[in-house]
Nanobody, 122 residues
């Protein structure tokens, strides 16, 4: 059973930065692609960013391009989401996911974490 545990969320002011971490109970040097999704209260889940299993390919939601950076450290089984210039509209629960296919679709991912809350005040 694959387990993913997110951390690093919190309450910040607009313009601040946060770094989310996802600790995986699997070797991220395996062929799993990793993604970050978010769900704001009352809204559908939304793709944020993904990185392929080699770390050489990334893809982002348009509204976070240039502000968010996804990365992975396979030696530590960790995936990160560096979030800069945060906006109130980034407020959501952020989820880490792992799966065999690369991309923005939720059904590309087989394993999901429990989520970490990010709240950005104006």
């Amino acid at each position: 059973q694959v387990q993913l545990v997110e951390s690093g969320g919190g309450l910040v002011q607009a313009g601040a930065s946060l770094r989310l971490s996802c600790a995986a109970s699997i070797r991220t040097s395996s062929t799993y692609n990793m993604g970050w999704f978010r769900q704001a209260q009352g809204k559908e889940p939304e793709f944020v960013a993904c990185i392929n299993w080699t770390g050489g390919l990334t893809y982002y939601l348009n509204s976070v391009k240039g502000r968010f950076t996804i990365s992975r450290d396979s030696t530590k089984n960790l995936v990160y989401l560096q979030m800069d210039s945060l906006k109130p509209e980034d407020t959501a629960v952020y989820y880490c996911a792992a799966g065999g296919r690369f991309g923005a679709r939720t059904d590309n991912y087989d394993y999901w974490g429990q989520g970490t809350q990010v709240t950005v005040s104006s």
